[in-house]
């Protein structure tokens, strides 16, 4: 995108985010590279305020909050160029039609991978000592487990099962290295070689749900995804080992995983259901081997502006004519979350 003039860009998402996206340094240096107004941040592509702006604009600056670009909301922006996505996944946000126009698209994907797979690792090694496990016997009982309890848990030799190659996934693989895990990758789209050079062993599905001690979910969220942990699939896994799910919530039958946790048979860690929040009554809110979070695996607080910075850096790049550093392309959404 060289030309004499800078980029005209306009923010697309909810503003709450805004200010943690883009702090007074991060925005200072956005504006440097690119005409843009911090007060627009347009959630409505047929809103008159934003008409002028929008038909002006080369670049969308989206984030969480933003509509789904479709043709109807790419006929407010007949000369968009590029879309830089302040967050994770863009596949809830762009459209055929923005594919067919041929707009580059970029997403901080890489970098909201990175606090989710450091959630992960952390209940991980958490779990493998059955942390939530003795916290909830210590508050009942106020004294030191006995041996019984200690002698099967432990991170050596653990063998950590990891669903999907994603850039969660791969980031998780990168950083299980270090540690005395036995690495088990079912990915259907990654071969022998490639697994072996993320550092894990490919095994069919029923394979690693069967052996792994701790089984953790990266897969994206597509139809033929939905439920993958079936009923079936949940049967497999070793009596007490451990779910953990940062991904969606639809990949698992929510039901069959319910009854496995309510049984006792297995433990879990969620920080994400199918539905999400789950109903008042949900048994998994009080249940001692369920550890549930609010959806915080992902970039929260001052992780934020590590997408801000992804932004501003594919900008300065599509400024100088340079190809984006963390473009998406169409193929990419069929096997990437």
């Not at 305020?49 to 929008?54: E, Q, R």
């Not at 509509?67 to 160029?81: F, H, I, K, Y």
């Not at 009854?259 to 949900?282: F, H, I, K, N």
């Amino acid at each position: 995108m060289p030309s004499a003039r800078l980029p005209r860009a306009v923010f697309a998402m909810d503003p709450v985010h805004l200010p943690l996206l883009f702090p007074d340094p991060l925005m200072a240096r956005l504006r440097r590279t690119a005409e843009v107004d911090p007060a627009l941040v347009v959630r409505d592509f047929t809103d008159p305020a934003a008409a002028g702006a929008l038909a002006r604009a080369d670049v969308l600056i989206t984030g969480w909050g933003c509509p789904r670009l479709d043709e109807r909301a790419l006929t407010a922006v007949p000369g968009l160029r590029a879309v830089l996505h302040a967050a994770g996944s863009v596949r809830s946000l762009v459209d055929e039609a923005l594919w067919r126009r041929g707009v580059t698209v970029s997403s901080a994907v890489t970098g909201n991978a990175v606090p989710v797979a450091e959630y992960t690792l952390a209940m991980i090694l958490l779990t493998g000592k059955d942390a939530f496990g003795h916290r909830e016997r210590y508050r009942a009982r106020h004294s030191q487990p006995p041996h019984a309890e200690t002698a099967a848990i432990g991170n050596l030799g653990r063998r950590v099962g990891v669903i999907g190659a994603s850039r969660v996934g791969r980031r998780l693989l990168e950083l299980l290295r270090p540690y005395d895990f036995e690495v088990l990758l079912y990915d259907p789209y990654v071969d022998a070689a490639e697994a072996a050079a993320l550092g894990a062993r490919p095994v069919a599905l029923e394979e690693l749900l069967h052996a792994s001690d701790t089984v953790t979910l990266h897969a994206p969220d597509l139809p033929e995804t939905r439920h993958m942990l079936d009923r079936a699939a949940l049967a497999l896994i070793r009596d007490g080992g451990v779910l953990i799910n940062t991904s969606r919530g639809a990949l698992v039958d929510q039901d069959a995983l319910t009854d496995e946790l309510v049984s006792g048979r297995l433990s879990a860690v969620l920080d994400v259901t199918d539905p999400e929040p789950l109903p008042p009554g949900s048994p998994l809110y009080t249940l001692p081997n369920v550890f549930l979070t609010p959806h915080i695996a992902g970039s929260l607080g001052n992780e934020l502006q590590r997408l801000g910075r992804i932004v501003v850096e594919e900008l300065e790049r599509l400024a100088r004519g340079l190809p984006p550093a963390h473009e998406v392309r169409h193929a990419d959404l069929v096997r990437m979350a």
